[in-house]
């Protein structure tokens, strides 16, 4: 089956400007997670979604950050007035339910100028 | 504070022996998971191995098992049999069920090469 899809794979924008990133999880899977990796670290929690509501936000590092998962299913994170700090590798996550282990998407590279 | 620490930025092994990558942990919550990620270079994280802290047993998983100390709070990976195919970053992460139910913390990592 398919696994856990993020597009686009690699997005490059000027600083100050708005981006979104979108995950498509595996069919079914109703909890979802984003993670900001960082070069030389390992992932770092964002937020978690348990079907379409935010569980939990407390790993978004400001309010430019914000995710909606309107359907339950597919999500997007979305990062207002762009910094060079947010420059990373954005990680989507899902799994069957809380409990289970979680398969992750290959990533979206931000680079922000 | 730091929560997952994986001691070893890199490490060696030659193809078809065994190696263990380090990992030690720091929690009060008496419920938790271990797991085990393998990161290849294409970026994507894959799953290979969980332990409860209620396991009785050292969790395994083919080539994968993992070396739990409970008392130490450590949860060593080992691969037996290393192949080329093992080369990449691997991720050592822990999750709290009481405390902070949502938040899976991960260590910095470990990378490892496989020699020919």
């Known amino acids: 089956g398919a696994g856990v899809s993020q597009t686009p794979s690699n997005k490059v924008t000027e600083k100050g400007k708005y981006v979104e990133l979108r995950c498509d999880p595996i069919s079914g899977h109703t909890a979802l997670y984003w993670y900001r990796q960082s070069l030389g670290q390992g992932p770092e929690f964002l937020i978690y979604f348990q079907g379409t509501g935010a569980a939990d936000d407390s790993g978004l590092p400001n309010d430019r950050f914000f995710a909606v998962r309107p359907e339950g299913s597919v999500s997007t994170l979305k990062i207002q007035r762009t910094e060079r700090g947010d420059s990373a590798v954005y990680l989507c996550?899902?799994?069957?339910?809380?409990?289970?282990?979680?398969?992750f998407g290959p990533g979206t590279r931000l680079t922000v100028l | 504070a730091q929560k997952i620490t994986q001691t070893q930025p890199g490490m060696f092994v030659q193809e078809k022996e065994a190696v263990t990558l380090d990992c030690t942990y720091d929690?009060?919550?008496?419920?938790?998971?271990l797991f085990w990620y393998k990161q290849p270079s294409s970026g994507e994280m894959i799953f290979l191995i969980y332990?409860?802290?209620?396991?009785?047993q050292n969790a395994t998983e083919g080539r994968y098992s993992l070396n739990f100390q409970k008392a130490r709070k450590s949860a060593n990976l080992v691969i037996s049999a290393s192949q080329l195919g093992d080369s990449a970053m691997y991720f050592c992460a822990m999750r709290e069920v009481q405390y902070n139910n949502n938040d899976m913390r991960f260590g910095a990592g470990t990378r490892l090469t496989v020699k020919p």
């Open positions: 332990q409860g802290s209620y396991d009785q």
């Open positions: 996550a899902s799994s069957l339910s809380y409990h289970n282990e979680q398969f």
């Open positions: 929690t009060s919550d008496p419920s938790y998971g």
